[in-house]
């Protein structure tokens, strides 16, 4: 017959909170006790039930005697080192759990991105099936940690580790520093200094996705412990009204154990299954950059750039989401925010032309199609640059690969937006041409704008998965899936051009684009071929001025109090001169005749 | 007659040791002793005494060892060290010595 009083004793020995050792010492001490004291009251003609009363009348409180036994031995301090506080036991199942839970994260991690890089909207279903996910796997752990009879500071010191863990995780994984050196990084190439110096430097941004982290993790645990206390509560309780004998104790504690390790190892195989058969174009030098927040952020812009593996053409896809995850808009189109006004216009190029919109809230208002705009090249390169002439006056300037030859269409549209009429201002077939772009701004208190008519040369855009977040309110699931992606520095694509005059029919373009951590003159060809001619650290945020010394194809730089002559054919560089800091200055060049 | 918690805990180290004074004994049987020879004037809470086993072995005032049973649990015995036993005889005459002053006091109370 099986003794009664196992179970009570397994119970004290296990409340003790001490070793494994050491509880099944106490269980088997207090078990032959219960036994002893147990056969003596049988001997003086007790009923069962009578020497269940006794026994555990004269033992005394079982949390009491517990909690004895756990001063007696004090386990803390086994480990001088690390102490009681930090508690040694805690750690190694916080390491445990947070194993489980970088499985875990890293397969969320696979099953989402293939959305961010298709054109597919996320069904709300999905999102909050992902949001939720690891609030569940929280609880069950929770669970297992209440079975396992963890005090409550021990569960908050496992949950601690395991998040410890994830987050040591996380910035490896995704820290400005891994990203740099897995791309092609000009500034790794040419040996300037990482950017891992950059990731110290906190930004608002940082801090409020840092808070928003903290609030997911805080929930996280807090779905731990509610596991630990409901449900493991419900089982014993359980298992106490129908005196489950011990090994069934047992086997649910394993069977808790190995269910979580079943499910996190299908999950996996799950979700790698489905993304390798997966049959989404391979994303070329994909990236998720900063997060720009602004006060109101209302949405959020995902641009990238897609590379077919059948047919090797880039396929240009964005999306553009609403706070709330709703996709306004997806396509080839491209957002203009004109700051003077605040209003948001989409150019959207489709067979029938550029089609001029406006962004208010969720809708996407027609303005115009100019169905002479033209399409733009196989490789994607055009420009469209928007700025007001007048208040009702909207400049829409293209720049796009002129039909059946290598030179540049400009074409200049004005568009009244009282009539929604555009015409087409004027239209010049020419080189690349001069260091030029649109610009718009107040001239005085009247709110007469003045406005200076340039074009503008961006005939690349960054190969980057850009997550752009314009204004108003948070999309949380996004943010906290945008969140790894958002903890370094991104890559202002803000740049000056100079043309390299003198060296052809067909001009380079020299651009210097400002890195976090430095700047890079790159070289690019008729055909939009890059090259890096030149990188080099500064911590100036300012883009240096560039001009091109008259017909030399040489270009003159003053950057960081410096003024440097580039030969880009040659990449050499001289220094000229010092500059004097803080003093403002401009370049130009001529030639004496 | 049953003494408070407090008077009895102050003591059962001392009792403890005493009664393992003639040999080795197991808990219930530790338990059982103290009561017989305070003819039931001390009697506590039993499960307390197990604590206040393992503090003492872990003082050194005392050793374990575990003994095989026919047909029921094992048990644990112990016994005083040489540790142990000079513990007992500092407490006997610390005990004498305090219960001489408690008399005195209350004597003239």
Not at chain 1, 314 to 327: D, I
Request: glycine share 8%.
């Amino acid at each position: 017959m099986a003794d009664p009083f196992h179970p009570f004793a397994l119970e004290i020995a296990s409340a003790s909170l001490l070793s494994r050792h050491e509880q099944q010492e106490i269980a088997r001490e207090l078990g032959s006790h219960f036994y002893e004291k147990s056969y003596e009251l049988r001997l003086q003609g007790k009923s069962e039930d009578e020497i269940q009363a006794d026994v555990r009348a004269s033992f005394g409180d079982p949390q009491h005697i517990a909690a004895e036994f756990h001063q007696v031995h004090r386990p803390g301090e086994r480990l001088p080192i690390i102490g009681p506080l930090v508690g040694f036991r805690p750690f190694v199942r916080g390491f445990k759990l947070g194993v489980i839970n970088l499985i875990f994260f890293v397969a969320l991690y696979l099953v989402y991105l293939p959305f961010l890089r298709s054109t597919t909207p996320i069904p709300i279903w999905t999102q909050a099936l992902l949001l939720i996910c690891p609030f569940v796997v929280a609880f069950f752990e929770g669970c297992y940690l209440g079975l396992q009879r963890i005090g409550w500071l021990d569960t908050v010191k496992t949950f601690a580790y395991s998040t410890l863990m994830l987050l040591g995780a996380a910035l490896i994984v995704f820290s400005e520093f891994f990203v740099t050196y897995m791309e092609r990084s000009p500034s790794a190439a040419s040996g300037a200094p990482s950017l891992i110096e950059q990731v110290g430097k906190v930004t608002a941004l940082d801090g409020y996705m840092a808070l928003i982290a903290i609030i997911y993790l805080i929930v996280f645990m807090a779905a731990g412990l509610i596991g630990r206390r409901v449900w493991a509560r419900l089982v014993m309780q359980s298992l106490s009204t129908r005196k489950v004998e011990q090994a069934t104790i047992l086997v649910w504690k394993s069977s808790f154990k190995l269910i979580g390790i079943a499910l996190g190892l299908l999950l996996l195989i799950i979700l790698v299954r489905i993304n390798l058969t997966r049959s989404s174009p391979v994303v070329a030098n994909t990236r998720l950059a900063n997060i720009a927040w602004g006060s109101q952020v209302p949405y959020i812009m995902i641009d990238q750039r897609l590379i077919s593996p059948q047919t090797g053409s880039q396929v240009l896809g964005y999306r553009l989401y609403r706070a709330t995850g709703q996709v306004v808009k997806q396509g080839d189109f491209e957002v203009h925010r004109v700051e003077v006004t605040g209003k948001t216009y989409i150019t959207a190029w489709e067979k029938n032309g550029m089609h001029l919109q406006q962004l208010e809230g969720d809708q996407v208002k027609e303005l115009l199609l100019l169905p002479n705009a033209g399409q733009i090249g196989g490789d994607g390169s055009h420009a469209v640059m928007i700025g007001y002439a007048s208040p009702t006056q909207l400049d829409v300037t293209l720049i796009e690969p002129a039909p059946g030859s290598d030179l540049y269409l400009y074409s200049w549209y004005r568009v009244d937006l009282t009539t929604n009429q555009s015409v087409l201002h004027s239209q010049v077939t020419k080189t690349s041409g001069g260091r030029e772009g649109t610009s718009s701004a107040f001239n005085d208190s009247q709110n007469h704008f003045s406005y200076t008519m340039q074009w503008d040369m961006p005939l690349q855009q960054s190969p980057s998965v850009r997550l752009e977040l314009l204004h108003g309110s948070n999309n949380l699931m996004l943010a906290m899936l945008a969140f790894p992606f958002s903890i370094y520095q991104t890559w202002e694509s803000s740049a000056r051009y100079a043309p390299i005059t003198g060296t052809g029919v067909y001009a380079n373009l020299m651009l210097i684009e400002g890195y976090a951590n430095g700047h890079e003159l790159r070289r690019t060809d008729a055909n939009g071929r890059t090259e890096t001619v030149l990188s080099w650290h500064t911590t100036a945020e300012e883009l240096p001025l560039v001009e091109s010394i008259a017909d030399s194809g040489k270009l003159m730089i003053a950057d960081h109090n410096q003024l440097m002559i580039v030969d880009p054919a040659t990449r050499q560089v001289a220094k000229l001169t010092d500059l004097p800091t803080g003093a403002g200055y401009e370049l130009s060049s001529f030639i004496a005749k | 007659m049953k003494f408070s918690k407090e008077l009895i805990k102050g003591s059962t180290k001392n009792l403890i040791l005493a009664v393992l004074k003639d040999g080795e004994m197991y808990g219930y049987q530790i338990i059982k002793s103290i009561a017989d020879q305070s003819q039931e004037a001390l009697q506590f809470g039993e499960g307390s005494i197990y604590p206040a086993l393992h503090e003492m072995e872990k003082l050194g005032l005392l050793s374990s060892h575990w003994v095989p049973q026919e047909g029921k649990p094992d048990r644990k015995y112990y016994k005083l060290t040489p540790e142990g036993s000079q513990a007992l005889a500092q407490g006997v005459k610390d005990w004498r010595e305090f219960s001489h002053a408690v008399n005195h006091v209350l004597s003239l109370a």
